[in-house]
């Protein structure tokens, strides 16, 4: 079993990036999909989650209304679309696959099943 996290890079304040995160030997669509992302010197923070339908999100009030998670269960994938990007949204992404079912209010803190490798995001001027 398998995350691929990809779509990471180097943008400019004020850019935009859409970040993947593919299954592989995975079925995705029963499971639920974070994002977290974690800086250098920093602990890894939850940014968005997604249940399994797609029809219920969450995220952290750092990237609320800047970011949108979205999924598409006929390709076993999960997009993060980041706006208006900031210095502070600098770090290692990584996406992570959960099995208890909608991701609730905890969803920053509990267990996932599954986590991809990361992907580098790095904003700068």
């Known amino acids: 079993v398998q995350l691929q996290a990809s779509g990471g890079g180097l943008v400019q304040p004020g850019g935009s990036l859409r970040l993947s995160c593919v299954a592989s030997?995975?079925?995705?669509?029963?499971?639920?999909v974070a994002w977290f992302r974690q800086a250098p010197g920093k602990e890894r923070e939850g940014v968005s989650c997604?249940?399994?339908?797609?029809?219920?999100?969450r995220y952290a009030d750092s990237v609320k209304d800047r970011f949108i998670i979205s999924r598409d269960n006929a390709k076993n994938t999960v997009s993060l679309q980041m706006n208006i990007l900031k210095s502070e949204d600098t770090a290692v992404y990584f996406c992570?696959?959960?099995?208890?079912?909608?991701?609730?209010?905890?969803?920053?803190?509990?267990?996932?099943?599954?986590w991809g490798q990361g992907t580098q995001v790095t904003v700068s001027s």
């Open positions: 997604i249940n399994r339908s797609g029809d219920s999100t």
């Open positions: 030997a995975l079925t995705l669509d029963s499971y639920g």
């Open positions: 992570a696959a959960h099995s208890w079912g909608p991701c609730g209010r905890t969803w920053t803190t509990r267990t996932y099943d599954y």
